[in-house]
């Protein structure tokens, strides 16, 4: 059974840092590009970071360029977004995505990350 698990949100201050984590199980992780997702209040889900599944290719939204890190450790079935300078528009319910090469797609349950001051 795939699992995807998600860890690291919470509440912190504008200007701060957050560190999530996804831990996988039951794939195997070296065939799955893995994305970070996020859904605020009242908006649609948005692709945040993506990275192939070999960590070569590494995409960003606009948004959160220069501000988010997505890395991924295949040996540890992990993939982690480092986020820095956070926004109050950076709250948001995190969702951790997992897409096979021939495109099965899971999902984790998320981590709520609320900046505020």
């Known amino acids: 059974q795939v699992q995807l698990v998600e860890s690291g949100g919470g509440l912190v201050q504008p200007g701060g840092s957050l560190r999530l984590s996804c831990a996988a199980s039951?794939?195997?992780?070296?065939?799955?590009?893995m994305k970070w997702y996020r859904q605020g209040p009242g908006k649609e889900r948005e692709l945040v970071a993506t990275v192939s599944n070999t960590g070569r290719d590494i995409n960003y939204a606009d948004s959160v360029k220069g501000r988010f890190t997505i890395s991924r450790d295949n040996a540890k079935k992990m993939v982690y977004l480092q986020m820095n300078s956070l926004k109050p528009d950076d709250t948001a319910v995190y969702y951790c995505?997992?897409?096979?090469?021939?495109?099965?797609?899971?999902w984790g349950q998320g981590t709520q990350v609320t900046v505020s001051s």
């Open positions: 995505n997992a897409v096979a090469l021939w495109s099965t797609v899971y």
């Open positions: 039951g794939l195997t992780f070296s065939n799955y590009h």
